[in-house]
Protein backbone atom coordinates (compact mmCIF):
# COMPACT_ATOMS: atom_id res chain seq x y z
CA UNK A 1 0.00 0.00 0.00
CA UNK A 2 1.30 3.15 -1.52
CA UNK A 3 1.17 6.62 1.43
CA UNK A 4 2.42 9.52 1.10
CA UNK A 5 2.41 12.05 4.22
CA UNK A 6 3.14 15.80 4.30
CA UNK A 7 4.61 17.92 7.03
CA UNK A 8 5.97 20.68 7.98
CA UNK A 9 2.60 23.37 6.86
CA UNK A 10 1.89 25.99 9.26
CA UNK A 11 0.69 29.76 10.05
CA UNK A 12 3.73 32.63 8.69
CA UNK A 13 4.46 35.62 8.61
CA UNK A 14 4.48 37.26 4.59
CA UNK A 15 8.13 37.44 4.11
CA UNK A 16 9.15 34.29 5.88
CA UNK A 17 9.81 30.36 4.94
CA UNK A 18 9.00 26.86 5.34
CA UNK A 19 9.86 23.48 4.05
CA UNK A 20 7.72 21.06 3.40
CA UNK A 21 8.43 17.18 3.96
CA UNK A 22 6.38 14.31 2.37
CA UNK A 23 7.61 11.02 3.19
CA UNK A 24 6.54 7.87 1.07
CA UNK A 25 6.02 4.62 1.74
CA UNK A 26 5.04 1.76 -0.61
CA UNK A 27 7.00 3.21 -3.79
CA UNK A 28 10.27 4.03 -4.53
CA UNK A 29 10.61 7.52 -5.30
CA UNK A 30 13.57 6.82 -7.50
CA UNK A 31 11.46 5.50 -9.68
CA UNK A 32 9.20 7.90 -10.77
CA UNK A 33 8.21 11.60 -10.81
CA UNK A 34 6.96 13.52 -7.57
CA UNK A 35 5.27 16.83 -6.96
CA UNK A 36 3.43 19.35 -4.99
CA UNK A 37 0.32 20.86 -6.04
CA UNK A 38 -1.66 23.54 -3.82
CA UNK A 39 -5.31 24.56 -3.08
CA UNK A 40 -6.85 27.78 -1.86
CA UNK A 41 -10.34 28.34 -0.76
CA UNK A 42 -12.24 28.21 -3.92
CA UNK A 43 -9.98 27.89 -5.99
CA UNK A 44 -9.21 24.80 -8.14
CA UNK A 45 -6.33 22.62 -7.19
CA UNK A 46 -3.12 24.07 -9.20
CA UNK A 47 0.60 22.33 -9.73
CA UNK A 48 3.50 23.96 -8.17
CA UNK A 49 6.28 21.85 -8.60
CA UNK A 50 7.73 18.65 -9.93
CA UNK A 51 11.24 17.06 -9.64
CA UNK A 52 11.93 14.10 -11.82
CA UNK A 53 12.93 10.67 -10.87
CA UNK A 54 16.99 11.04 -11.45
CA UNK A 55 16.34 14.46 -8.95
CA UNK A 56 18.26 16.63 -12.47
CA UNK A 57 14.95 17.69 -14.09
CA UNK A 58 12.25 20.14 -12.27
CA UNK A 59 9.42 22.44 -13.13
CA UNK A 60 7.81 25.32 -11.68
CA UNK A 61 4.53 27.27 -11.88
CA UNK A 62 5.75 30.46 -13.55
CA UNK A 63 4.67 32.52 -11.06
CA UNK A 64 6.64 30.57 -7.97
CA UNK A 65 10.00 30.21 -9.73
CA UNK A 66 13.03 32.05 -7.59
CA UNK A 67 11.00 31.82 -4.34
CA UNK A 68 10.26 27.98 -4.46
CA UNK A 69 12.77 25.38 -4.65
CA UNK A 70 12.04 21.26 -5.52
CA UNK A 71 14.67 18.33 -3.48
CA UNK A 72 14.03 15.21 -2.43
CA UNK A 73 16.36 12.54 -1.10
CA UNK A 74 16.11 8.95 -2.17
CA UNK A 75 17.73 7.31 0.83
CA UNK A 76 15.12 8.90 2.80
CA UNK A 77 12.42 8.16 0.02
CA UNK A 78 11.27 11.80 1.19
CA UNK A 79 10.42 14.79 -1.07
CA UNK A 80 10.72 18.55 -0.17
CA UNK A 81 9.42 21.57 -0.99
CA UNK A 82 11.26 24.45 0.33
CA UNK A 83 9.20 27.57 0.06
CA UNK A 84 10.99 31.18 0.50
CA UNK A 85 9.38 35.08 0.85
CA UNK A 86 6.01 34.06 1.37
CA UNK A 87 2.75 35.91 0.58
CA UNK A 88 -0.34 35.67 1.22
CA UNK A 89 -1.62 34.22 -2.13
CA UNK A 90 0.14 31.08 -0.93
CA UNK A 91 -2.12 29.99 1.59
CA UNK A 92 -3.08 27.31 0.74
CA UNK A 93 -3.47 23.47 1.14
CA UNK A 94 -0.75 21.72 -0.05
CA UNK A 95 -0.48 17.97 -1.71
CA UNK A 96 2.45 15.79 -2.74
CA UNK A 97 1.99 13.85 -5.45
CA UNK A 98 3.69 10.54 -6.74
CA UNK A 99 3.65 10.80 -11.02
CA UNK A 100 3.15 7.29 -13.25
CA UNK A 101 6.18 8.71 -15.23
CA UNK A 102 9.66 8.92 -14.79
CA UNK A 103 10.24 12.54 -15.63
CA UNK A 104 7.05 14.65 -15.03
CA UNK A 105 4.25 15.29 -13.48
CA UNK A 106 2.47 18.67 -14.63
CA UNK A 107 -0.38 17.62 -16.72
CA UNK A 108 0.36 13.53 -16.66
CA UNK A 109 -1.21 10.87 -14.44
CA UNK A 110 -0.92 10.94 -10.80
CA UNK A 111 -0.97 7.83 -8.89
CA UNK A 112 -0.97 9.21 -5.37
CA UNK A 113 -1.76 12.08 -3.40
CA UNK A 114 -1.19 12.97 0.03
CA UNK A 115 -3.48 14.17 2.35
CA UNK A 116 -2.12 17.68 2.50
CA UNK A 117 -0.62 20.01 4.75
CA UNK A 118 -1.99 23.50 5.29
CA UNK A 119 0.22 26.45 5.03
CA UNK A 120 -1.17 29.92 6.64
CA UNK A 121 0.53 32.97 5.48
CA UNK A 122 -0.39 36.20 7.34
CA UNK A 123 0.23 39.62 6.41
Known amino acids: QVQLVESGGGLVQAGGSLRLSCVVSGRTIGNYAMGWFRQAPGKEREFVASIAWSGTLTQFADSLKGRFTISKDNAKNTVYLQMNNLKGEDTAVYYC????????????????WGPGTQVTVSS
Open 97 to 112: ASGREPYYIRGRQIDY
